[in-house]
């Protein structure tokens, strides 16, 4: 038995959520409702100004390891943080929610923690300023051989493809997992990064993996096409099971020669962060626990529902009590 089912690898960023005025988006001219990037001085401008905050372990693969993990399955997660007060903060949450941290805060880098500075606004708004810091520095160093080795499931977070160390991070844990009998599968994660890098990311799709899951934005992006099901044609050629999220429209996956197109439910979201980090969560729980797959497709929509229905990237609802409620657990 392998040690864990389910192991990702991915940017390890701490979100920093507090409470703003409309009058303080405008005093420190942050764009409202969006997400943009900030460097190290920018973020510790916007850092000193937080009085108080809700902080919260996060990054897009990370938040998928961790439903995982709520769901009662082995999980670990490779990132990289600093040894730090967010870092040590990350660490120690990642373990209290019963998934492995699996890298000691590095204390050999001088980049501090990812942070992402959420300001929140009477009217619910999330503004969003990220700073990727020490993040951007995982490597192949950082790749515990032991720890892959042993996965069931290997899941890399497409984000990290920006550079060449953690492309070469992902060749290493794709190839170890698949040669220890697990399976290695990405998340595209943004069509800007495949635009930046596409002929590494169609190559590895092709060459390396087992899975490749998206939306429909992502799916198109990698063939530079406006037609889905043609993106999705050539995507299936190239790589064994695709997962293609499509909003209202359901999820389309396709295994060689199956295809299965599961609905959702309309649900008015609250908050969409997150919703397809936990929908990947459901899936590969249902991957991992060996369901077919339109089973996996439909606790995905599940966990999706459940994260966009309040704020915050992670469940707060009993999510096996939503399965069984569907029939899809015992």
Do not use: W
Not at 13 to 24: L, P
Not at 164 to 183: Q, V, Y
Not at 297 to 314: D, T
């Amino acid at each position: 038995m392998t040690k864990y089912q389910v192991v990702g690898i991915g940017n390890a960023v701490v979100d920093v959520i507090s409470q703003s005025t409309e009058a303080f988006l405008d005093e420190m001219s942050i764009d409202k409702g969006i997400m943009q990037l900030v460097d190290q001085d920018r973020s510790e401008a916007l850092f000193s100004q937080i009085d108080q905050s809700v902080q919260t372990s996060g990054g897009s693969v990370a938040n998928t390891v961790s439903g995982v993990g709520s769901l009662g399955l082995r999980t670990a997660f490779i990132g990289r943080v600093r040894d730090d007060a967010l870092g040590n903060f990350y660490a120690k949450s990642m373990i209290d929610e019963g998934t492995d941290f699996v890298n000691d805060p590095a204390i050999d880098d001088d980049l501090p923690t990812s942070r992402c500075m959420i300001f929140v606004t009477p009217d619910g708004e999330r503004s969003m300023n990220t700073y990727l810091g020490i993040s951007t520095n995982l490597g192949p160093k950082d790749v515990s051989e032991e720890v892959v080795s042993n996965a069931a499931i290997m899941f890399l977070e497409g984000y990290l493809f920006d550079k060449d160390a953690g492309k070469e991070a992902f060749l290493k844990a794709s190839r170890m997992t698949r040669a220890a009998g697990g399976k290695a599968g990405i998340a595209i994660s943004d069509p800007f990064c495949v635009n930046r890098h596409r002929a590494d990311f169609l190559r590895m799709i092709g060459d390396e993996l087992d899975f490749v899951m998206g939306n429909e934005a992502e799916i198109k992006s990698l063939f530079e096409t406006d037609n889905l099901e043609e993106a999705l044609e050539k995507t299936a050629a190239l790589c064994p099971l695709v997962v293609c999220t499509r909003s209202g429209d359901g999820v389309t996956i396709i295994l060689g020669d199956e295809r299965v197109d599961v609905p959702v439910k309309t649900v008015v979201p609250v908050d969409a962060t997150g919703a397809g980090d936990q929908f990947a969560a459901g899936f590969l729980y249902g991957m991992a626990t060996d369901r077919d797959l339109e089973t996996c497709g439909r606790m995905g929509n599940i966990c999706a529902a459940e994260v966009i229905s309040h704020i915050g990237p992670r469940p707060t609802q009993d999510i096996l009590a939503l399965f069984k409620a569907e029939g899809l657990v015992d």
